[in-house]
């Protein structure tokens, strides 16, 4: 566990597992979580891969360390290839959930040639409709506000409740239990300035950009996510060689709900360089 530190100012804190000179895999975290909703993962990967996990920009550990600025994606992706370069990883995987993913997709885009893989799971290239943006950001601005007035509490019973969540209802006790504690930990004003920034109304459409991808490309969306299963579909489509898999027994967090799943998904696309650009249904595993 440490800080990057570029100058003499904290940017990201993060932490490492596994052998140092295996392959590199950074993992991202979605918006209100952490790098401990990577924990069931990393200890999975730890044993082949270097995974270096960052509480990412208005989250957890890091906050606003780094000031407001650092939280736009493009900046946020620099940053973290700025971390990469600096612990000698000249390439690496990048794995992203959700707002994790659309920050994997700028790291992409911007750093093409040190990303090996990329997988986003339950991600997106934001909103191509000028007027749908216009009304997230409006969105995302509310709940900031709301954020920010009625505090942690608040939001971690909020953010459990919503629709695109449902599934992860049935998820262990002790999982959920985790998953409040995380949302909980975190300050109101830093997750709020995240919304605000790197909100999905906050950021530039990247659909017209996606074939310009050249790494192999997983998009990993929940069954029971139909939202974005066509989504994924349609990123897909739009990626030249990319594959998608759909994961039974899941919806949004597919991590969370079927870790053993996201791993039978995850580690042969990472280890192979002849990914297929076929939809494949990977079943829920014991």
Same mark, same amino acid.
């Given at each position: ?8 100012h #904290?940017?990201?804190?993060?932490? %490492?597992q ?5 392959p590199?895999?950074l ?7 952490s *790098? &401990?909703?990577?924990?069931a993962i990393r ?6 891969? *270097?995974?270096?996990? #960052?509480d990412?920009?208005? *989250?957890g !550990? ?5 000031g407001?600025? &650092? ?7 620099d ?8 612990g000698? &990883? ?7 959930y ?8 700028h790291?992409?885009l911007? *750093?093409?040639?040190?990303? +090996? ?6 991600? +997106?290239?934001g909103?191509?409709?000028d007027?749908? %943006?216009? $009304?997230?950001?409006d969105?995302d601005?509310?709940?900031a506000?709301?954020?920010e007035s ?6 971690a019973?909020?953010w ?6 449902? +599934? ?5 006790? #002790?999982?959920? !239990? ?5 949302? !909980?930990?975190h300050?109101p004003?830093?997750?709020?300035? +995240?919304l605000?920034y790197?909100? $999905?109304g906050?950021q530039r459409s990247?659909?017209?950009d996606?074939?310009q991808? $050249?790494? #192999? ?7 029971l ?10 990123m $897909? ?7 998608h ?5 899941s919806? &949004?967090s597919v ?14 696309f990472?280890?192979s360089d002849k990914p ?5 249904h ?5």
């Amino acid at each position: 566990m440490a800080w990057f530190i570029a100058g003499q100012h #904290p940017v990201l804190w993060y932490t %490492r597992q596994g052998p140092t000179l295996a392959p590199a895999v950074l993992l991202l975290h979605g918006f209100a979580g952490s *790098h &401990h909703s990577w924990d069931a993962i990393r200890s999975r990967l730890a044993p082949a891969w *270097h995974v270096i996990v #960052p509480d990412l920009a208005g *989250h957890g !550990r890091t906050g606003l360390a780094a000031g407001p600025d &650092h939280l736009a994606l493009p900046q946020a992706a620099d940053d973290l290839a700025a971390l990469m370069a600096a612990g000698d &990883h000249s390439r690496y995987v990048v794995i992203g959930y959700s707002l994790g993913a659309r920050l994997a997709l700028h790291l992409a885009l911007r *750093h093409g040639p040190q990303v +090996s893989a990329l997988v986003l799971e339950s991600g +997106s290239p934001g909103l191509a409709d000028d007027d749908a %943006r216009r $009304t997230r950001r409006d969105r995302d601005n509310l709940l900031a506000r709301q954020i920010e007035s009625r505090g942690m509490t608040w939001f971690a019973s909020y953010w459990d409740k919503l629709p695109l969540f449902a +599934s992860r209802q049935g998820l262990p006790e #002790p999982i959920r !239990r985790r998953e409040e504690t995380i949302r !909980r930990f975190h300050s109101p004003s830093a997750l709020a300035a +995240s919304l605000r920034y790197a909100g $999905t109304g906050a950021q530039r459409s990247l659909w017209e950009d996606l074939g310009q991808l $050249t790494m #192999p490309v997983l998009i990993l969306t929940g069954q029971l996510d139909r939202k974005f299963c066509e989504i994924g579909r349609l990123m $897909t489509a739009n990626i030249p060689g990319a594959l998608h898999q759909v994961v039974a027994g899941s919806g &949004h967090s597919v991590h969370l709900e079927n870790p053993a799943g996201f791993i039978q998904a995850v580690v042969p696309f990472i280890t192979s360089d002849k990914p297929t650009k076929e939809v494949t249904h990977v079943k829920s595993a014991d």
